[in-house]
C-alpha cells in the first residue's frame, strides 16, 4: 500500500537527505582511489638474489633500479639529498 506524499517539505528533506548520503558515498569512494605507482616494488627468490640486485643497483646509481627493489615508499629516504 502506497501513501501520497501530501507534504512537500517532507520530499524535499528526504531529497536533501539522499543527495547528502549520496555526495558522501562518493566523496569516500573517491579519496580511497590512487593512482599506480610508477615503480612496483621487485621480489626475490632468496636473500642472496636481493643482496646481488641491491649491490648492482648501488654500483650503476640506477635510482629506478633501487626504487623496484624497495619500492616507491622508500624515495623520500633513499633519495633525501643528504650527503653520505
Not at 648492482?56 to 643528504?82: H, M, R, T, W, Y
Request: with cysteine.
Amino acid at each position: 500500500m502506497s501513501y501520497p506524499i501530501h507534504n512537500h517539505k517532507i520530499l524535499r528533506s528526504r531529497l536533501a537527505m539522499f543527495t547528502a548520503l549520496l555526495m558522501s558515498i562518493i566523496v569516500f569512494v573517491s579519496c580511497g582511489k590512487q593512482g599506480s605507482p610508477a615503480v612496483v616494488q621487485k621480489t626475490f627468490s632468496s636473500p642472496d638474489e636481493a643482496g646481488t640486485a641491491l649491490l648492482e643497483a648501488s654500483k650503476s646509481g640506477d635510482q629506478n633500479a633501487l626504487l623496484a627493489i624497495f619500492g616507491p615508499v622508500a624515495k623520500d629516504v633513499a633519495f633525501s639529498g643528504d650527503a653520505v
